[in-house]
């Protein structure tokens, strides 16, 4: 008997599609509601209290309208803000997304590790902690960077990004001190592996060799550990996709989805 339930996958903005591609290729017949909050997009220059306060409610008008079987919070800013309120609010399965600090560390060699995400994820204690329990031997180098969370929400909204801009966000983390030995960076933001093409060539010359992780393929694991044995649909219906503001820029992403499964998109 199939079960039409979808996975829910909510963002500030598209950045969630980088969690999205590794979940699909995971579960090629599960539906997937796509939702970004672009009325308040975007989150990582917001305090922690609005963004406390706004998840968990967007989530539960979500949740009443697609009756998903499992949440994923793909941002990193809201599930270290709001991840257990959220969790203590709804009744079904959530996976949050939190910084691969810990294959970071595996992964280098120098001991030097940069997290990149939004200023409001870098600050948070649950970094600290993360660090401390997996890094504990690396130096963590962190930087904040809403320039690029913007360049990724244009880039699927069809305006190339400036590779100038791009490198200039990423001296952020190689001009601090220590900077010049980091192997391995964090894209502690899920807008950012959108990017990384584009980061990796422009700081090809001065760090070759450098290495990107994000948690993209850890959560595709754990979402199809918590569905596994559960029914799909035997067609599945093209992939859904909200938004709480729907104007040019969203409708420009919208075209830019159309060839991936996505339908048109539709204002929560």
């Known amino acids: 008997m199939s079960d039409a339930r979808p996975i829910l996958i909510f963002d500030s903005g598209v950045g969630g599609l980088s969690i999205a591609g590794p979940v699909r290729a995971a579960l090629p017949r599960a539906p997937i509601v796509y939702a970004a909050d672009s009325a308040g997009f975007p989150y990582g220059t917001k305090s922690e209290a609005e963004i406390a306060a706004r998840v968990p409610a967007l989530l539960g008008r979500l949740a009443e309208r697609h009756h998903p079987r499992l949440i994923v919070i793909a941002c990193n800013t809201a599930s270290t803000i709001a991840l ?83 490198r200039a966000e990423l001296d952020g983390l190689f001009d601090q001190p220590g900077g010049a030995g980091i192997d391995v960076i964090v894209n502690a933001c899920t807008h950012f592996p959108l990017l990384e093409p584009v980061m990796a060539a422009a700081v090809a010359g001065v760090a070759p060799g450098l290495r990107f992780v994000d948690g993209g393929p850890g959560i595709a694991r754990r979402v199809a550990h918590l569905t596994q044995g559960q029914d799909w649909p035997d067609r599945p219906s093209p992939h859904r996709l909200v938004f709480t503001r729907l104007d040019a820029r969203e409708a420009a992403i919208g075209r830019s989805l159309a060839g991936y499964g996505y339908a048109a998109p539709e204002r929560l």
């Open 84 to 166: 257990p309120a959220v969790r203590a609010a709804l009744d079904c399965p959530i996976v949050g997304t939190v910084p691969a600090i810990k294959p970071a560390a595996l992964l280098s060699r120098t001991r030097t590790i940069g997290v990149l995400g939004t200023e409001a994820t870098v600050r948070q204690p649950y970094v600290d902690d993360l660090a401390a329990r997996f890094a504990a031997d690396c130096t963590v180098i962190r930087h904040g960077s809403a320039a690029l969370v913007a360049l990724a929400e244009g880039m699927l909204a069809g305006v190339a990004p400036d590779p100038t801009a791009v």
